[in-house]
């Protein structure tokens, strides 16, 4: 018998690729972090002797979800200022408390949160935007989370820069060191919108990405008050402008996309966009709802983001995946504008490939990385099962999320996180819920 690290035995196997495909009464064979194989229960007993073998019953086994677009540390400031527009949540809520409180130390214990609370919604791997992203990124290797860590570039200094050079220049090192090639963090750069950099900010960016051959994400075309300015400023319109800049390319995550011209959608497909669809935030903040529908009769891959804790307020792909499937039945008069196998492509395959990452994760093929996810279909609220994907995305949520590996590593074990002590986590996130609190009745006094 060959050996094995882990036999995994669900009742039902949902690979992604080929879309709608599932397997019953299939193991999938994980080694040295990586799928193997991927065969009948009972040949798999015949054939394997695993180290740890696993049996699910009555579960449906996934690729993990990838959460293509997040502010991680952002979970400290969830809840800190609610029921605003876009415009004054950031004004007035979220950009002084950033300024007061964002250090190495607040994004260390916000990431952690995060990620504890990504894993247990069968999250293996999120794409992120933030500062001090050297410190995400140790955080994500330190807690075993595939991380796609994006440098942000602004104009304006802050705690951890002081000007667009010096972001792109510790962007430049975050891609050499110390992580360029480690298997579990790829790197980005992230300009946070499109009134946060001049052309020539812009122009430098496109130079630095294209030489380091890593991509570019960021907020565009989120709100209509956000393409007025541009266009009041600039006299083009946000993706035009970044057209006539040379960063319209298959390297640009577009993040929200909301409001889109058919001809914008086109030059998008045309260009291999990726876009990262955030519904919860959109529809939280009164952003809009993104024509998803159109992005995909266009040929745009669209990917599943929750964007931060502080506008969603949860980070949830599976919540987001039927979200996202709802709304476009709505906006598109057509109850099969997405399906729910599409569904899960998006927030799964969908959100890999907008990474760039498609051939290292996404599906349940052999020779990826095991990040895989365990749903369990035996509760009530998924009772009975005629489509097990449709109940998968129509009914499941998060708490029936079992287990998580990422690169083979048994992260969630029986609903139980298995290398993040919850209690140590919960105690920094109250001290910090403390001092916010604390600081805000100050300044009301």
């Not at 502010?71 to 969830?78: F, G």
């Not at 319209?248 to 995550?253: D, K, S």
């Not at 506008?311 to 997405?338: G, H, P, Q, W, Y």
């Not at 995305?393 to 919850?422: E, R």
Request: charged share 20%; proline share 4%; aromatic share 6%.
């Amino acid at each position: 018998m060959q050996h094995c690290d882990t036999l995994i035995a669900p009742r039902w196997c949902i690979p992604v690729e080929p879309s709608g495909v599932v397997l019953t009464g299939h193991a999938v064979i994980v080694t040295d972090g990586k799928i193997t194989d991927l065969l009948p229960i009972e040949k798999a007993r015949q054939v394997y002797q695993p180290s740890v073998h696993i049996e699910r019953p009555q579960h449906a086994l996934i690729p993990g979800f990838v959460n293509s677009h997040t502010h991680a540390a952002m979970t400290l400031l969830r809840g800190l200022a609610e029921d605003l527009p876009l415009q004054g949540w950031l004004r007035d809520g979220i950009w002084p408390a950033e300024k007061r409180w964002v250090s190495a130390e607040m994004v260390r214990d916000g990431t952690e949160l995060a990620i504890a609370e990504m894993l247990t919604a069968g999250i293996t791997c999120f794409s992120d935007q933030y500062f001090f992203p050297e410190i995400v990124a140790e955080t994500a290797v330190d807690l075993g989370m595939r991380a796609m860590v994006g440098t942000p570039v602004v104009e304006f200094p802050t705690s951890w820069a002081g000007s667009a050079g010096e972001y792109l220049s510790k962007g430049a090192d975050l891609v050499h060191d110390p992580f360029a090639e480690h298997p579990l963090v790829s790197t980005c750069f992230a300009p946070h919108s499109i009134s946060a950099l001049s052309d020539e900010s812009f122009t430098e960016l496109r130079v630095m990405a294209d030489q380091l051959d890593v991509p570019v994400q960021m907020h565009l075309h989120e709100t209509t008050a956000e393409i007025a300015a541009s266009v009041k400023q600039s006299g083009q319109r946000p993706c035009e402008r970044l057209d006539a800049l040379g960063l319209v390319n298959a390297a640009l995550l577009a993040v929200h996309a909301v409001h889109m011209t058919d001809a914008e959608v086109a030059r998008f497909a045309e260009a291999g966009v990726n876009i990262a669809h955030c519904p919860r935030s959109n529809l939280k903040l009164a952003s809009g709802i993104a024509p998803v529908g159109r992005y995909r009769a266009a040929g745009v891959n669209v990917a599943i983001g929750t964007d931060g804790a502080a506008s969603n307020n949860v980070l949830d792909v599976l919540a987001e995946i039927r979200l996202a499937a709802l709304l476009a039945k709505v906006t598109e008069n057509d109850a099969a504008a997405i399906s729910a196998a599409e569904a899960l492509h998006m927030g799964t395959l969908g959100g890999a490939a907008a990474l760039g990452l498609a051939q290292t994760t996404g599906s349940i093929t052999t020779g990826k990385y095991a990040d895989l996810a365990c749903v369990d279909l035996g509760s009530l609220n998924s009772q009975p099962i005629y489509d097990v994907v449709s109940q998968l995305v129509y009914t499941a949520n998060a708490s029936q999320v079992s287990d998580v590996w990422v690169a083979g590593k048994h992260q969630l074990d029986n609903g139980q996180l298995a290398h993040i002590n919850t209690d140590e986590l919960l105690e920094r996130s109250n001290e910090w819920r403390d001092r916010m609190a604390g600081s805000s009745d100050d300044q009301a006094r």
